[in-house]
């Protein structure tokens, strides 16, 4: 980025778009396209990052002249990929089809060293993280849009409950509740494979 | 209970790594060329539905007035006697004897 263009702040090309400047806008994909990539890759399937994350920017396009705060921007084209994600999960579950596939015993061994004490141990072979990677989706799969937002959001990326609030634009109590009971589902689930597969229980 | 917490609580640092992993992901060159694109194509329908939307707004706004007169309307055909050329012709000349088409243009 110019000095010039960074000179311009998100705000005063935003006044030009809402003046009937459209080609300004450009220069704000070209700021955050990478942010907005970021962020809806974490929560989307990996073939439809690009596809959500030019809906989040015809979004933002549409949706301009709502910013109230100046100055934020930012934070407010994250909420939109947030939300974006959240829409896109809630689609694709209402049509999907139950996942029928099982864990293989590498990924067993990995959600068994993962929930043990011992989970230095998991990422002493790189091949682990591909384990890791599929228990993910395979756990993920198995929780409705709202749990796997939540999940992600809370547990897995570390965000205070405020910050989820605001960017999925649910309530603070929302958030607690649907934080606890997904969490709940998750030990359920993990609880219900370990003594189908006789997984190792977890410590007590 | 604490322990199942702190079980759990391993498998979400071992997974934030992976995830961590994922957002790693770089544009693709033609990304902001779609994006704007598809804008562009957005302006150039709203400025051709702009007509359309105002016709649609103009058709809601009158709508109360419209179905105003229509009940007027009913009122007065219910109400009132129409008399056709036809029949003031043949009241005038005593109704008396019938009146063909040639006549009454004649």
């Known amino acids: ?152 959001l809370v547990y897995i990326e570390g965000f205070s409950v405020e910050e989820v609030s605001k960017l999925l634009g649910w309530s603070s109590a929302k958030v607690k509740v649907r934080a606890f009971r997904a969490r709940q589902k998750l030990q359920r689930l993990i609880k219900e494979k370990g003594n189908k597969d006789g997984l190792q229980k977890p410590q007590s | 209970m604490g322990s199942k917490n702190h079980n759990l609580n391993n498998l979400f640092k071992a997974l934030h790594a992976v995830y961590s992993e994922k957002e790693n992901v770089q544009p693709d060159i033609h990304f902001k060329n779609d994006v704007m694109r598809q804008i562009r194509g957005l302006e150039q329908q709203s400025h051709r539905g702009a007509f359309f939307q105002m016709m649609e707004q103009l058709t809601w706004k009158l709508a109360p007035a419209t179905a105003l007169m229509i009940l007027i309307c009913s009122y007065a055909l219910m109400n009132f006697e129409f008399i056709s050329d036809w029949q003031v012709l043949q009241l005038i000349t005593n109704g008396t004897e019938e009146i063909g088409l040639f006549e009454f243009l004649t």
């Open chain 1, 1 to 152: 980025m110019s000095v010039l263009e960074k000179a311009i702040s998100d705000d005063s090309i935003i006044k030009q778009v809402l003046d009937g400047n459209i080609n300004a806008f450009e220069e704000l994909i070209t700021r955050y396209q990478g942010y907005v990539l970021s962020i809806v890759a974490k929560h989307a399937q990996a073939e439809k990052v690009e596809e959500i994350a030019q809906e989040v920017f015809i979004l933002a396009y549409k949706s301009l002249n709502k910013i109230k705060k100046a100055g934020s921007f930012k934070s407010w084209l994250s909420a939109i990929a947030v939300r974006s994600c959240y829409d896109y999960w809630r689609k694709h579950y209402r049509s999907r089809e139950i996942p029928i596939s099982e864990l293989s015993s590498k990924q067993k061994d990995w959600l068994d060293k993962a929930i043990s004490d011992r989970s230095d141990e998991i990422w002493e072979k790189e091949d682990r993280q591909k384990e890791a990677k599929q228990v993910l989706d395979w756990l993920l799969t198995r929780l409705n849009a709202a749990e796997r937002m939540v999940i992600e």
